[in-house]
């Protein structure tokens, strides 16, 4: 059993920052691909980034040059840095991991961009 836990959404300005992290835990080796996705209302959930064991982070190019993805392998957490936040970033963000013989998916946190 391997359990997703997001965390650090919340209602910041537009030009705000947040730091959003995402924590495997249970049945999971460490350095497999964990990724964030975004669903915001009324549409499909989209990719937003992603980060290997060994291979550069990858970016959605509406978020290039303002979030930063990155990983703590020794305690099996992601995270998004997420600067210059516009209203259009507010979405639940859901952390994706992909193990060897399944993928998992968190419960989801919500980031709000608005003044």
């Known amino acids: 059993q391997v359990q997703v836990v997001e965390s650090g959404g919340g209602l910041v300005q537009p030009g705000g920052s947040l730091r959003l992290s995402c924590a495997a835990s249970?049945?999971?080796?460490?350095?497999?691909?964990m990724e964030w996705y975004r669903q915001a209302p009324g549409k499909q959930r989209e990719f937003v980034a992603r980060v290997g064991s060994s291979l550069s982070p990858t970016y959605a190019d509406s978020v290039k040059g303002r979030f930063t993805i990155s990983r703590d392998n020794a305690k099996n957490t992601v995270y998004l840095q997420m600067n210059s936040l516009k209203a259009e970033d507010t979405a639940v963000y859901y952390c994706?991991?992909?193990?060897?013989?399944?993928?998992?998916w968190g419960q989801g946190t919500q980031v709000t961009v608005s003044s």
């Open positions: 994706h991991v992909i193990g060897s013989v399944s993928v998992y």
């Open positions: 249970g049945s999971i080796s460490n350095g497999y691909p």
